[in-house]
């Protein structure tokens, strides 16, 4: 594959129209792997761009939800069909927008032509039941009411697949929508909407605003025509958005951090393990919330486990993900790259360095934000690096005689978002079930798998302790409503 220089300016979609910000203020979004190649110039909105798409919403919901749920359903069902017709150009966008390898690229945005599918599906599905009333002349019954405009909020890590997770199911359940995109995955945002507005979704239906988040973001969580908000990225900003929300009265959702463990056990497949924590840990340049992060090991295997792990960690690929043969890209960012390898100093002075620890430098890497896969051992469990989001290649190892010690450890942090264990015993099994804190909980499968029609979230502060995906996303995209008639 070639690197293209083609850019694209990008205009916000607002009433199924394509219009510039009023402030004229571009922002510019580059490649993290070669700064030279500019991905794209997004608009740098204001609250009047915001407020001008939140009156679209708001006027497109009467008719949107008033629809049958199949006829919403056939919207999906296109936008799907143009997405996966545009799939590698949309995949090719995404990697030289935020760095990740081209084939996970195009899983992701496979999965978003998915997401999109099954929830046009959930068009036609039941949506409520019928409840015996003590009248006996009385039929009563639930059904569901969309909240009306729901704000989404993204991250940049999934520059599709999260976009789709809320989208879809907040369309089919009637609501309408404003999007604001993570300024650094606001150019692959752009191309979903132009599917949206191929597909022939009415006016108003689906907005997209880019722009700062203290702007637009913010704005999202004050409008008070905003009647939902869904979010997923950091905990500082989730929490404010949550408390934003609460403050009038409208229903939010925050999907946040995680620093996800994996045990391997005594009686574990060390090279099954090997891999899983290689996959789930280093995939993505380990910038997915359920990456895997703290690599809890049975001192029994301990060796074994640490000197496979390292020899495949040396083994890996780094470059730009454009590239044949690359396993792993740059960070995403200057800052993610500069956040990361302080992260990487602070786990110096705080345990033994087994391999990496380094920016990469030379022709292929100075115009990018590219870090060696590091691995760390003789972490303890209150080191920073062991207790915070790091959002990078980094894994921390740690050892420990039980399994009881092994949990009790994976518990101690804040977090709570996806765990892993690998062990052939089941007993073993059942105690990391019952016991682990975590809102995934793997069994002899990496941290970072999710499957789109099973629930997703977090448990403590990994999330609002709501769910999404799956039939989850029901109970927020929806407010239930209990009928009497007589
Ligand atoms: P972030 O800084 O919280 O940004 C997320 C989104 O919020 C972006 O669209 C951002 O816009 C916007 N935003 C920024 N400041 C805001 C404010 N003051 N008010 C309202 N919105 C604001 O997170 P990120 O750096 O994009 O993503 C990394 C984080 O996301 C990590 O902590 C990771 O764990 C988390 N994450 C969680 C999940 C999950 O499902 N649990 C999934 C993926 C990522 P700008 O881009 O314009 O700043
Ligand atoms: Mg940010």
Redesign the pocket.
Request: hydrophobic letters at 30%.
């Given at each position: 594959m070639t690197v293209k220089t083609e850019t694209s300016k990008c205009l916000n979609y607002i009433n199924g129209r394509w219009v510039a910000s009023d402030s004229d203020e571009l922002i510019t979004v580059t490649n993290p792997a070669n700064t030279d190649d500019v991905v794209g110039r997004i608009q740098k909105s204001t609250r009047d761009d915001l407020d001008q798409a939140v009156s679209a919403a708001k006027a497109a919901k009467k008719e949107w939800k008033t629809l049958a749920g199949a006829d919403r359903g056939k919207f999906l069902y296109k936008t799907a069909d143009i997405i996966e017709s545009r799939l590698d150009e949309i995949a090719e966008c995404m990697t030289r927008e935020m760095g990740k390898t081209f084939p996970e690229a195009k899983g992701e945005t496979a999965r978003g032509v998915a997401i999109l599918r099954y929830y046009a599906g959930e068009g036609m599905r039941k949506e409520g039941d019928v409840i015996p009333s003590t009248d006996k002349d009385a039929l009563m019954f639930t059904k569901r009411a969309p909240l009306g405009v729901v704000g989404v909020?993204?991250?940049?890590?999934?520059p599709v697949a999260?976009p789709m997770w809320k989208t879809a199911p907040a369309l089919i359940y009637g609501n309408t929508v404003v999007l604001?995109?993570?300024?650094?995955a606001a150019v692959t945002c752009a191309k979903l909407f132009e599917c949206f507005a191929e597909a022939g979704l009415p006016a108003g239906v689906v907005n997209m605003v880019s722009?700062?988040?203290?702007v637009i973001?913010?704005g999202i969580?004050e409008h008070a025509d905003v009647n939902g908000i869904t979010?997923?990225?950091?905990?500082?900003?989730?929490k404010?958005?949550g408390q934003t929300a609460l403050a009038r009265g409208a229903k939010y959702q925050l999907?946040?951090?995680?620093k996800n463990p994996v045990i391997v056990a005594s009686d574990a497949d060390i090279d099954l393990a090997v891999d899983a924590t290689i996959s789930g840990g280093l995939r993505s340049t380990g910038q997915?919330?359920t990456a895997t992060s703290r690599v809890i090991v049975q001192s029994d295997v301990y060796d074994e486990f640490k000197e496979k792990l390292v020899a495949k960690v040396k083994e890996i690929t780094i470059g730009d993900g454009l590239k044949n043969g690359i396993w792993m890209g740059p960070s995403a960012s200057e800052s993610q790259l500069n956040t990361v390898l302080s992260y990487i100093e602070k786990g110096k002075q705080e345990g033994t360095l087994l391999c990496g620890g380094n920016r990469l430098s030379g022709e292929e890497y100075d115009k990018g934000y590219f870090v060696e896969p590091t691995v760390f051992e003789d972490i303890t469990s209150n080191a920073t690096i062991a207790q915070e989001?790091i959002?990078g290649p980094v894994l921390a190892l740690m050892k420990v005689e039980s399994l009881e010690e092994a949990i009790e450890l994976a518990n101690d942090v804040e977090f709570g978002?996806s765990a892993s264990i690998f062990t052939s015993n089941i007993q073993k099994m059942l105690s990391f079930i019952s016991d682990m804190d975590a809102g995934l909980v793997r069994i002899n499968a990496e941290s970072a798998g999710v499957e789109l029609q099973a629930p997703?979230g977090?448990m403590k502060q990994?999330?609002s302790h709501s769910r999404e995906q799956g039939e989850a996303a029901k109970e927020f995209f929806t407010s239930i409503k209990t009928v009497f008639v007589k």
């Open positions: 909020i993204t991250p940049w890590n999934f999260i604001k995109p993570a300024s650094e722009g700062p988040g203290s973001g913010q969580a979010f997923t990225g950091s905990n500082q900003v989730g404010k958005i999907e946040m951090g995680g997915k919330c989001e959002f978002l997703f977090g990994s999330s």
